[in-house]
Every structure is written in structure tokens, then in C-alpha cells.
């Protein structure tokens, strides 16, 4: 599996966007780059994913390189409920009966500053 | 609402016994996922099922076992509890072609005294 990346914390101001890289420079071709949060002791909730293409949806947009080596979650209004440790993690594509387990690093704590 | 449920919300017990956790997927997920988050160990999986049957193993101790009922529900059982079996335990459910986009419940806080 291709090793992550990404910065220990970060602050954001509320209502700016907030933008939190990952670094995945060892990424295969059949890997799909996943976002995950997680708020204080919830359960982690999932954002959203991409293999090479931008992608949107409600909650952020995902932001991959061409080369993808690297990708940004973008949080477009960031609010205090955003305040989470926020987790890129990358994973081969489905492929049927096997193992799915998810495998967090330490990710980004992100702070939203009122 | 991820439309996981897991019981209890919390636990205390005493070293040497014996919990089950349950879990209850969301509506039509057959996969269903253990995790275990403590704060030295970050969130690392346990186990993982598949319509009844156990598909992969991740750092689950020998001390613990789980299944996964027709119906579709989960437990978690811990036995032997170690004060360093203190820890969130989080289960999550997935459809099947979605298997990364994992829902997961709110967790079991267990305490081991």
C-alpha cells in the first residue's frame, strides 16, 4: 500500500477555505486516493474519494495532481464543526471477495479559528 | 447519522472478565468492520466480515473473537480484559461494491479497572 503523508495540524479561519494536502508519491496506478474524518471520539466519517479526475460532492472537493503523487481536500466554507483530524488514505481499487480494511495514519488535525 | 448502531455507548468492567460489543450494520451493507482506537495506537483494524463469514484479520488479539449473525449484526467479544484493552472500539459497515466507503457507528468507550 502506498505510504501517506500529511502535516501534523493545521489552523483555518472560519468561512475561508480550508485546504489539506497529502503526499503520496509512491501511489500505483490502480490506487484510489480516500478522505476520512474524524471529530473528537466520533466514529470516522467518510468524505470522499478519486483515483486521478477532480472530484466534488457536498461535504469538499478532491484535488489530484496530474502525476498523482499528491492530492488537497478542500473544505470551501470551512465552520467549527469542521474541527476534526482529517485522514488521507490510499487503497487499490475493489476487486471482489477480499480484505477492505481502511488503515489510518496520524492525519491532519485541523482546527477552524472562529 | 450513519445509520450504524453499536451497544453499549460505554462499558466499565474489571481486569480478567469478559464483554460483548454489538453492532448493527446500516440497512443492506453485508460488510461489516472492527476497529479499535486507543491513544497510543491510533485506530487500527481488527476484523472484517462478509455476509456471515469472516473475510480478513488485522491485529486482533487472541483474547478477542467476533461474528456475524443471518441477521446481519456483529459482536465483538473481549475476554481476559487487560487494562490495556481501554479503548474505543468503532464498528463500520460497507456495500459491497463500496468496501472503502466505510459508515461507522458512534463506538463502544470501554474502560477496564
Known amino acids: 500500500d502506498a505510504k501517506t503523508t500529511q502535516p501534523t495540524s493545521m489552523d483555518c479561519a472560519e468561512g475561508r477555505a480550508a485546504n489539506l494536502p497529502c503526499n503520496h508519491s509512491?501511489?500505483?496506478?490502480?490506487?484510489?486516493v480516500y478522505w476520512y474524518r474524524q471529530i473528537h471520539s466520533q466514529g470516522p466519517q467518510y468524505i470522499i474519494h478519486?483515483?486521478?479526475n477532480n472530484e466534488t460532492n457536498e461535504m469538499a472537493s478532491l484535488i489530484i495532481t496530474e502525476d498523482r503523487k499528491s492530492s488537497t481536500l478542500i473544505l470551501p466554507h470551512a465552520t467549527l464543526r469542521d474541527t476534526a483530524v482529517y485522514y488521507c488514505?490510499?487503497?487499490?481499487?475493489?476487486?471482489?471477495?477480499?480484505?477492505?480494511?481502511?488503515?489510518f495514519g496520524k492525519g491532519t488535525k485541523l482546527s477552524v479559528i472562529p | 447519522d450513519s445509520g450504524v448502531t453499536q451497544t453499549p455507548k460505554h462499558l466499565i468492567t474489571a481486569t480478567g472478565q469478559r464483554v460483548t460489543l454489538r453492532c448493527s450494520p446500516r440497512?443492506?451493507?453485508?460488510?461489516v468492520y472492527w476497529y479499535q482506537q486507543s491513544l497510543d495506537q491510533g485506530l487500527q483494524f481488527l476484523i472484517q466480515?462478509?455476509?456471515?463469514?469472516?473475510?480478513a484479520k488485522g491485529n486482533i488479539l487472541e483474547r478477542f473473537s467476533a461474528q456475524q449473525f443471518p441477521d446481519l449484526h456483529s459482536e465483538l467479544n473481549l475476554s481476559s480484559l487487560e487494562l490495556g484493552d481501554s479503548a474505543l472500539y468503532f464498528c463500520?459497515?460497507?456495500?459491497?461494491?463500496?468496501?472503502?466507503?466505510?459508515?461507522f457507528g458512534p463506538g463502544t468507550r470501554l474502560t477496564v479497572t
Open positions: 463500520a459497515s460497507s456495500a459491497q461494491d463500496r468496501a472503502y466507503e466505510q459508515y
Open positions: 509512491t501511489i500505483s496506478g490502480n490506487e484510489y
Open positions: 488514505i490510499v487503497r487499490p481499487a475493489y476487486s471482489g471477495a477480499g480484505s477492505y480494511q481502511l488503515t
Open positions: 440497512s443492506g451493507d453485508l460488510s
Open positions: 478519486g483515483l486521478k
Open positions: 466480515y462478509y455476509n456471515g463469514e469472516e473475510r
